[in-house]
């Protein structure tokens, strides 16, 4: 059975997540205590694919999880999933004074308001994951953790201190499977493409990296810098927009900025969770590129435009 890894240890949101996106296949789920190490051991061929959070409608990106797609060899997302969150706080038995509280950066970022509110005097700490602040509270190493809901079932022994919280009663994490490079997933006519492209320290760089997209009609529904950590001022730019490697207009776009960038990064073309169609403006059908494709070589040929 294909084995597949997540950020771990058991009960965390990304657990749940590896659920949604494995269900159309046998997978043996395996833990990891980092992002990073779950995509390590996807490019050693350890396990076929990792589901990791990428970003959330709170908290903004995962930077874990950005940084580890950029660096190493490359992966790709081949299915996406979205999770509402909302969030439980788990304590020992008889736990009265809560004077420390541990999370994932992003649940704390989530519940600062309930925590501020509820437990004002609780020093806050940072855990690898969720449930692995559930497992450090019931070590005795914090008094309560920030958890998903499903936690308490790998947690039996601790109870509820709070349940359903969320400062924001909408958040949605959105997590992708990641693989090895290989052949994309059919297009659905509702698919995003990743990548992650770097430019040149130049005026209007970005501008125009943006503008290869709108010119083609191109709806960017995602950009996010990270520092390329090689030189001050230098980013790396991940961008998500509708649509699929296999059509045309992705395809020319891309293509237009593997002649622009110092670097591009395929991350994936993916059915989006939403299944919401791309939007074409009929300059940039599929229909019109060929033809005007067609226009050029029948040109080259030697026909009369
Ligand atoms: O720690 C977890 O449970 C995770 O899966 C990461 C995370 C944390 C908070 C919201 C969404 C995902």
Not at 118 to 142: D, I, N, Y
Not at 163 to 185: H, K, M, N, Q, S
């Amino acid at each position: 059975m294909p084995l597949v890894a997540y950020l771990g240890p058991r009960g965390t949101f990304t657990e749940q997540a590896s659920r949604c996106l494995t269900d159309d296949f046998d997978a043996e789920l395996v833990p990891f205590d980092a992002v990073s190490q779950a995509l390590r051991a996807v490019r050693t061929g350890e396990v076929l694919a990792a589901a990791v959070p990428v970003e959330n409608s709170v908290e903004g990106s995962v930077p874990a999880t950005l940084d580890a797609l950029s660096a190493g060899d490359p992966l790709v997302a081949v299915r996406e999933a979205m999770l509402p969150i909302r969030f439980d706080v788990l304590v020992r038995p008889g736990t009265r004074d809560v004077r420390s509280v541990a999370s994932h950066p992003h649940a704390l970022g989530q519940v600062r308001g309930w925590l501020a509110e509820h437990l004002p005097g609780a020093e806050v700490r940072v855990s690898g994951s969720t449930a692995a602040a559930a497992a450090e509270v019931l070590a005795g190493e914090h008094d309560a953790a920030v958890t998903a809901p499903t936690a308490i079932e790998e947690y039996p022994s601790l109870v509820r201190l709070a349940e359903g919280i969320a400062d924001l009663p909408d958040a949605v994490t959105r997590f992708l499977l990641l693989r090895r490079p290989g052949i994309p997933p059919e297009p659905t006519g509702a698919d995003r493409t990743s990548i992650a492209a770097v430019i040149g320290d130049e005026v209007g760089a970005l501008t125009e990296l943006l503008a290869e997209l709108s010119l083609r009609g191109i709806n960017l529904s995602r950009i996010e810098s990270r520092p390329t950590k090689d030189r001050l001022g230098e980013y790396r730019f991940f961008l998500d927009f509708d649509g699929h490697i296999a059509d045309a207009r992705i395809g020319d776009a891309l293509s237009a900025l593997h002649r622009r960038c110092s670097e591009v990064r395929f991350l994936g073309s993916y059915p989006k969770a939403d299944r919401s169609p791309a939007t074409v403006r009929p300059a940039a059908s599929e229909q019109v590129f060929r033809h005007s494709a067609q226009w050029v070589d029948d040109l080259r040929a030697g026909a009369i435009g």
